[in-house]
């Protein structure tokens, strides 16, 4: 009947809800996370819902390979996410985008395609991508179950 | 028994530090000398200023605003510029390889206010949106450098030509 026992309890909830939150974004942001993938630009390596764990330490640390797949915030719109492979590193002389024949990948940038060549939107279209943009490197595909797998080098 | 606690209030303070931090905003200093005169305007005293966050969480950004960005260049360092031009926007450039650009769905164009000793768009190009950190709203310290940055646009920089 009386408020103050409530109050006591009803903090202590809010407290523990609130603790939750923060160490969930801390996990998410540094740590990695689960994704879904949508769309057909990285088959046949992955299909599209599968649900995938990503990593989110090695992006931080500049430990990017050629070869890792990964997952950023789309040039073209930040509230859009791509998953793609890294096909060039700084320095690395890609087949360059339309108009251009070749070009080099500048320093701070990576080349993404996806392995669907005929049918993805990648550095082909919008160019060499900030390696600022990059959120998460691919780890292993847990979903669907069957199909639970490392994913290997290209 | 004076350690476990400490380490208990450890645990329980960091998550919520970081979560706000990412999500509110922090407090930085400003080096360099690309955004004289407002920041900085003495090279030896560092401005503080307050960067939010909460303000960038939907992308959200004005012609004018001062802003926090990742390099292009370089994804392990942050620098702050003013935004010069919106996607569909044209501006004419000092010193980029094109005349004048058209800025595309999704990016903006960047420049520092100190024309000529400053690296931005000028230099890399327009800057996709996914690379904005945080927008910088107040000055923070020294206490007489206390001031609410504004969003105005130099008029020798308004862009040419303005999308609707």
Known sequence: MSVRPFLGKASAVIGYVLQTACITHCIIEYVGDFVLCTGPSMEPTLETNNILFTEHITPRLQRLRRGDIITAKCPTDPKQNICKRITGLPGDKVKGYFPRGSQVVPRGHVWLEGDNSDNSKDSRMYGPVPQGLIRGRVVCRVWPL????????? | MLFRSLFKSFLFGVPIGVTFLDSVGYVARVEGISMQPVLNPESQNKDYVFLSRW???DYQVNRGDIISLVSPKN?????????VALEGDVVSTLGYKNKYVRVP???CWVEGDHTG???DSNTFGPVSL?????KALYIVWPPDRWQSLEA????NRKPISVAV
């Open chain 1, 146 to 154: 069957n199909k639970m797998s490392f994913l290997t080098e290209h």
């Open chain 2, 117 to 119: 000793h400053t690296l």
């Open chain 2, 75 to 83: 994804p392990n360092q942050m620098i702050i510029k003013r935004v």
């Open chain 2, 55 to 57: 303000s960038v969480s």
């Open chain 2, 130 to 134: 996914g690379l904005i950190s945080a």
């Open chain 2, 105 to 107: 769905e999704g990016y």
């Open chain 2, 152 to 155: 105005k646009l130099p008029e």
